[in-house]
């Protein structure tokens, strides 16, 4: 005991655990500290909100979204109950709609806001657990943290009740898994590959988004086989012995996929049971267009059932499918039209006005607005990654470092993958949809900057320090800036025009 004591309570250890607290403590200001202010709805509230108080009160609905991002938001309402005091009949109105237009006076936003934000606190640490195991250096882990903790776009829009908040932090969790899960030196458990497919599941029942995750299975596989493969090059195999090992290495890899998939279909099941459960009754007339059977399961008592399931997550799959068929399309010619098109979303194009209102002599404004200093460094992390992957793929560059070249490799091709699927949807899409590769452009530009400066980083030379701590002097003091817009604080007309940067943000003031 006493060994082991001495060993977790190590000099390295105890400075992890420091910078992990302090990023931690740092996060907590920018994303957690007063998340309830401002005490009024804005973008998709209106919509989340309403879910969850059907939730709470055993009504059924559809939405075009999986259900567990609603459910957590709705935990949050039940926890906290912030507003127990208010007219319960006033909260009921809410089951009877899909958009709130009135909320009651001193209605509190603690409860509904609470996951998300609680989530999007805690993703910072996630954060630096990653670019810890791949770097095992825990002051450059923290200081590029700041990526995270001082972008002004992920923070404006995680302080809400919606749903990319807590959809971040379980495709970080997802992520880290991942790279542990490359860095161990054991051969991986199939019970490995049921977590990983049970954590890469919880995102996609909050966002079909997160299926971008899947693509880390490949990867991760690969990884394992390669080792293989090149182990049993070393043993001088015959023909037949490698055909036998190959055909006994696809069948284990098929296995371990299997095993994969079963963990995320556990997700799937128990999200939508939960949400089926919780649905006991129909409001009014809004049976989102339930099929006879589905509305005979509610009339019956019968939606925890579990050999109901199949009727019920039809009626609900077939919903989402017919709701996002009804999105219009993008019109850049609109002089409200808040979307923008994917080739955009790298620059902040286009920051969205979610809220405004007077206050004195000024306007108190609410925007989702990108920091530009951690969105340059995130758009040079993905263009360096590119251009290193082309580089050893088509000129046959020498690779420094396999493992941080995989993982460049990794994370570069979910970041592709994800942009041209957006490229191809029709919908109108917002600049919070590029939120998931701006993450990954996070983690890139910290892989990059560790292959590239591999072996000066070793040799710990002062400069290198100097130029990052520079670099995250400018993110903060460029968070500070675009801050007023972030934390609904009033600005003056020339205060705001001072923040328009560029023409293409589409920042306007009211005059």
């Known amino acids: 005991m006493i060994q082991f004591l001495k060993k977790f309570f190590s000099k390295k250890r105890n400075l992890v655990v420091f910078y992990a607290v302090a990023v931690l403590i740092a996060s907590y200001f920018t994303y957690f500290k007063n998340y309830d202010y401002p005490p009024a709805v804005f973008w998709d509230e209106n919509y989340h909100i309403a879910s969850a108080q059907k939730y709470l009160e055993g009504v059924i609905f559809m939405e075009p979204h999986p259900p567990l991002g609603k459910m957590f938001i709705a935990l949050g309402e039940y926890m906290m109950k912030p507003n127990r005091f208010i007219n319960q009949d006033e909260l009921h109105k809410f089951t009877q709609t899909d958009y709130i237009k009135d909320f009651p006076a001193g209605y509190s936003f603690a409860g509904v806001r609470l996951f998300s934000t609680l989530f999007a606190w805690f993703s910072a640490v996630l954060f630096f ?4 195991l791949v770097s095992k250096n825990a002051h450059l882990s923290a200081l590029f943290s700041s990526l995270y903790v001082f972008d002004n776009a992920l923070i404006i829009h995680s302080r809400a009740a919606m749903l990319e ?7 970080l969790l997802a992520a880290l898994y991942f790279v542990y899960l490359l860095g161990r030196k054991t051969p991986l458990k199939l019970s490995n590959y049921f977590l990983f ?13 997160g299926g971008i995750l899947l693509l ?3 990867f991760l596989l690969a990884c394992e086989n390669w080792e293989k493969i090149r182990a049993s090059r070393h043993q001088g195999p015959t023909l037949m012995r490698a055909s036998r090992s190959v055909l006994d290495g696809l069948k284990i890899t098929l296995l371990k996929s299997v095993v994969f998939v079963f963990g995320a279909v556990i997700v799937f099941f128990a999200v939508w049971q939960i949400h089926f459960s919780l649905g006991k009754k129909i409001e009014g007339d809004k049976s989102y267009r339930a099929s006879e059977e589905y509305k005979a399961i509610i009339a019956e008592g019968k939606t925890t059932e579990f050999k109901n399931f199949p009727a019920m997550v039809k009626d609900n799959l077939a919903y989402m499918a017919n709701y996002n068929k009804g999105v219009p399309v993008l019109d850049v010619c609109k002089p409200d039209e808040n979307g923008s098109h994917p080739m955009t979303w790298p620059l902040g194009d286009k920051s969205i006005n979610y809220r405004w209102e007077r206050s004195g002599d000024g306007v108190r404004y609410m925007y989702l ?7 340059l460094l995130g758009l040079s992390g993905i263009v360096i990654s590119l251009v290193l992957i082309v580089a050893v793929f088509l000129f046959r560059l ?16 979910m970041y592709v993958s994800y942009m041209a699927v957006m490229l191809r949807i029709e919908r109108v899409m917002y600049l919070y949809h590029y ?13 990059v900057f560790n292959y590239i400066f591999a072996e000066k980083l070793a040799a710990k030379p002062k400069i290198i320090y100097k130029i990052i701590l520079l670099a995250v002097v400018a993110i903060i003091i460029s968070y500070s800036f675009f801050s007023p817009l972030t934390y609904y604080q009033p600005l003056t007309t020339e205060q705001f025009k001072q923040r328009v940067w560029f023409d293409f943000w589409k920042l306007k003031p009211v005059e």
């Open 129 to 132: 657990l990653i670019f810890y």
């Open 398 to 413: 020498p690779i420094k470092d396999k493992k941080l070249f995989y993982l460049i490799s990794a994370f570069a091709a």
């Open 216 to 218: 880390l299975l490949p």
């Open 165 to 171: 908040g807590s959809h971040l932090f379980f495709i």
């Open 435 to 447: 939120f998931i590769p701006l993450v990954f452009s996070f983690i890139l530009a910290f892989l």
């Open 369 to 375: 607005q990108s920091n530009p200093a951690t969105w």
């Open 197 to 209: 497919g049970f954590l890469v599941g919880i995102p996609i029942m909050i966002k079909a988004t």
